[in-house]
């Protein structure tokens, strides 16, 4: 999927048939919305037990924020979350859905007796209208490393058009964290894939002059995986805040991480690893989903962006540096990676990762694996967009 070069969601338009949900042409060539409309991915997500039953306790342990509320659902899927906020009181729910999984979130909305309750919207959040403002709006935009995928500028797009003022966001900001790590086996494995192109005599032609091409390539892949929290080789986080209440269309297209990590033990530090946390911060208690690698493990597992060159770190040196994040056509982001030891402003390494075009790796650390299994099929295992 990596390869996909198209329009995002905010600039793709659509003529669905709204009750049939029969696709247009274009709508076909949108790899979001066709990935989307399978069962299979919606069910990938609905068994990821660590997400979904987040997302329940988090409306249930908040019943005030529902009782009698109207909600908004950005990108219902199966209808999952609409079905959750009336279980948690809410008087009716809009769940938007660009895809025609609508067919199949309708066919459940009808046969557990909701069709008064909630409503099917098929289309895309940023062109839908919808009779009313509402008091809650919930989503689950959350692609790897938080903003893969780009949805979270239609969740916010859902906020700006019907949240009323002063309404609920259910989850409402998220931390993306970073930490350096030592992998020298991954490390490895990622020079030995360009490995081919060394080739001086590939039946009478030399391949040579693309080696360093293919290493671009490799270490342009984000590296999406567990690991164990052994390899980080600081205590400290770098952290980037969104609040999902006030953050702009401006500021989820450009934004930097800024990272100072004091190192704990001598080793090569080979990149830099990311993950995020999303709270649910209701009227009566804030639940919060954790992906990180002490955490369960989810379908969006934890990522790291590796270090073109890798860099020797001594305990106790600082590691400082950059990434920088580009929203692009893909549906995702660059992401430029710049660090260096005691060193700011000076940089030693760096190197451009590109988030749509993932590398799965999917050895792990125990704990997570072992709750992974538990929760059956996860998005990530069928090829992730
Ligand atoms: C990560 S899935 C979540 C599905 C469901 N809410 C759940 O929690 O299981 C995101 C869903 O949003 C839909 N979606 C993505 N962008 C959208 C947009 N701009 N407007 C409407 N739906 C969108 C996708 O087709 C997909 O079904």
Same mark, same amino acid.
């Given at each position: ?39 299979? &991915?919606? !069910? ?20 005030? %924020?529902?009782? =009698? ?25 809009? =769940? ?21 309750? +909630?409503?099917?919207?098929?289309? $895309? ?20 490393? /938080? ?59 030399? /391949? ?12 342009? !892949? ?8 052994? +390899? ?10 969104? %609040? ?18 004091? +190192? ?12 995020? %946390? ?11 989903? $954790? ?10 597992? !934890? ?11 001594? $305990? ?38 590109? /988030? ?6 999917? /050895? ?12 059956? &099929? ?8």
């Amino acid at each position: 999927m990596s390869s996909l070069s198209t329009n995002t969601p905010s600039t793709t338009t659509t003529s669905a048939d709204p009750d049939t949900g029969a696709a247009t042409e274009e709508e076909e060539g949108n790899i979001f919305s066709k990935y989307y409309s399978q069962l299979s &991915h919606q !069910q990938n997500m609905l068994t990821d037990h660590v997400r979904t039953k987040t997302y329940l306790q988090a409306f249930f342990k908040n019943t005030v %924020d529902f009782q =009698g509320a109207n909600c908004l659902d950005v990108g219902t899927g199966s209808g999952i979350l609409a079905f959750f906020c009336v279980q948690a009181g809410a008087k009716e729910v809009w =769940g938007v859905e660009m895809s025609r999984i609508t067919i199949a979130a309708k066919k459940l909305v009808s046969s557990n007796g909701l069709s008064s309750k +909630i409503h099917i919207v098929k289309g $895309k959040m940023e062109e839908v209208t919808l009779p009313k403002k509402v008091d809650v709006i919930v989503s689950e935009p959350l692609g790897f490393l /938080l903003v893969h995928e780009r949805m979270l500028e239609s969740y916010i797009t859902g906020r700006d058009r019907y949240l009323k003022p002063g309404g609920k966001m259910f989850p409402s900001n998220s931390t993306i964290y970073t930490a350096p790590f030592t992998d020298e086996p991954l490390y490895a494995e990622t020079c030995q894939k360009s490995d081919f192109w060394c080739n001086n005599d590939f039946m009478g032609v030399d /391949l040579t002059a693309l080696h360093e091409t293919s290493m671009e390539e490799a270490f342009g !892949q984000p590296v999406v995986g567990y690991f164990h929290p052994d +390899i980080l080789l600081s205590d400290d986080r770098g952290t980037h805040f969104v %609040d999902f209440h006030t953050v702009t269309h401006e500021a989820l297209k450009s934004f930097e991480i800024d990272f100072q990590h004091t +190192i704990t033990k001598t080793a090569v530090c080979h990149g830099i690893a990311c993950w995020f %946390d999303c709270d649910f911060s209701g009227s009566q208690e804030t639940v919060v989903l $954790k992906t990180g690698p002490e955490a369960p493990g989810t379908h969006w597992y !934890q990522c790291r962006l590796m270090f073109r060159s890798p860099l020797a770190v001594n $305990k106790n040196q600082i590691l400082n540096g950059r990434l920088t994040f580009r929203a692009n056509d893909s549906f995702s982001y660059d992401v430029k990676v710049e660090a260096g030891i005691d060193c700011n402003p000076r940089i030693e390494t760096e190197n451009m990762v590109f /988030l749509q075009d993932q590398h799965y790796h999917y /050895l792990y650390a125990e704990e997570s694996a072992v709750d992974a299994q538990g929760m059956g &099929h996860v998005r990530g295992n069928e090829g992730q967009v």
